[in-house]
């Protein structure tokens, strides 16, 4: 096994696909609906890393991060902000704690599970 992946998405296919991937390659993976589902189980199921959307309900993404990072029990976990927002939040995101910055129209349908596994990688390799 790889590692625990938590997705945390509204987008059904989008945490599907990704769920499936990710899945297929040897990680564990755990999805939420939405940031407050999220941030719960960010808390309880102690993965080694989360793919956040920015544009979530209940939470917002930005929120969600926040939380994460300011809480002693999850401030170490890597996050990779997966997200429609535009590439000019990346650095704001990054001094909130996003360890990578993903634009998803930039991931494609085709390669776009590749990078994400990529990224995943090196933020997983970074923690150990």
Do not use: W
Request: with cysteine; charged share 25%.
């Amino acid at each position: 096994m790889l590692g625990k992946v938590l997705i945390i998405d509204d987008s059904r296919f989008l945490r599907r696909a990704n769920e499936l991937a990710l899945s297929k390659v040897g990680y564990t993976v755990i999805v939420a609906a939405d940031g407050s589902e999220g941030l719960n189980l960010a808390r309880t199921k102690d993965p080694d890393v989360i793919v956040l959307d920015m544009m979530l309900p209940k939470l917002s993404g930005q929120e969600v991060l926040r939380s994460l990072k300011q809480d002693s029990t999850t401030s170490s976990i890597p996050v990779i902000v997966l997200s429609s927002l535009p590439q000019c939040n990346e650095q704001k995101l990054k001094a909130d704690g996003a360890a990578i910055y993903l634009e998803k129209s930039k991931l494609g349908i085709d390669g776009g599970a590749a990078i994400l596994g990529e990224a995943i990688e090196s933020v997983l390799h970074v923690a150990q």
